[in-house]
């Protein structure tokens, strides 16, 4: 099993910034991708930025420029950095990680930008 605790949503005005982090812990060998998904109200949960283990990246069109995930191996740890945040981006964003055998999700954080 491995466990995902995120931290660093909340509430910014259009244009703010944040920095989400989510750390793995519990059977960690073997990490391969780690990324960020949201989900707004009435809305299908997303990708929004993918790094694997080799620090290969992919993100939503809608974030390219803006985010930028990256990755701590020795300490199993992704971010998610958010600029010029839009309240389009408001939504409970969830880590996942992935492992040969199974995914994990994080119990989610809550972020909301205001107009």
């Known amino acids: 099993q491995v466990q995902l605790v995120e931290s660093g949503g909340g509430l910014v005005q259009a244009g703010g910034s944040l920095r989400l982090s989510c750390a793995a812990s519990g059977s960690i060998f073997g990490l391969k991708a780690m990324g960020w998904y949201r989900q707004a109200p009435g809305k299908q949960r997303e990708l929004v930025a993918v790094v694997t283990s080799g620090g290969s990246t992919n993100y939503l069109d809608s974030v390219k420029g803006r985010f930028t995930i990256s990755r701590d191996n020795s300490k199993n740890t992704v971010y998610l950095q958010m600029n010029s945040l839009k309240p389009e981006d408001t939504a409970v964003y969830y880590c996942?990680?992935?492992?040969?055998?199974?995914?994990?999700w994080g119990q989610g954080t809550q972020v909301t930008i205001s107009s």
């Open positions: 996942r990680a992935n492992t040969n055998y199974a995914y994990y």
